[in-house]
Nanobody, 126 residues
Framework: EVQLVESGGGLVRTGGSLRLSCAAS????????IGWFRQAPGNDNVRISC????????YYEESVQGRFTISSDKTKNTVYLQMNNRKPEDTAVYYC???????????????????WGQGTRVTVSS
């Protein structure tokens, strides 16, 4: 069974940096995509960044572009999200999700029906 575990959340001051990790296990395929999502209290779950493992294609939501960087280590089945210049608006629970790219599919971002981790909380203080 596919399992995703997020780590790296915590408290950071405005302008500081955090690096989140999403480690996948139980995989039976080589091609997949992993995305990062976040949900603040009272707000919708928002897709912020995704990466395709095979071709390296990426997606960034406009509010984080230039501050966040997504990367992957295929040998470890792990995706990272480097978050620089953190703002109070970045406070949220961060989730990662995975979608297989089997059968000729070429997804960059997962969706709600795909595999999800349990989330890690990030708080940005002023």
């Amino acid at each position: 069974e596919v399992q995703l575990v997020e780590s790296g959340g915590g408290l950071v001051r405005t302008g500081g940096s955090l690096r989140l990790s999403c480690a996948a296990s139980g995989l039976s395929y080589d091609d997949y995509a992993i995305g990062w999502f976040r949900q603040a209290p009272g707000n919708d779950n928002v897709r912020i960044s995704c990466i395709s493992i095979i071709d390296g294609a990426t997606y960034y939501e406009e509010s984080v572009q230039g501050r966040f960087t997504i990367s992957s280590d295929k040998t470890k089945n792990t995706v990272y999200l480097q978050m620089n210049n953190r703002k109070p608006e970045d406070t949220a629970v961060y989730y990662c999700a995975l979608v297989p790219n089997s059968g000729g599919s070429s997804y960059i971002c997962p969706s709600a029906q795909d595999y999800w981790g349990q989330g890690t909380r990030v708080t940005v203080s002023s």
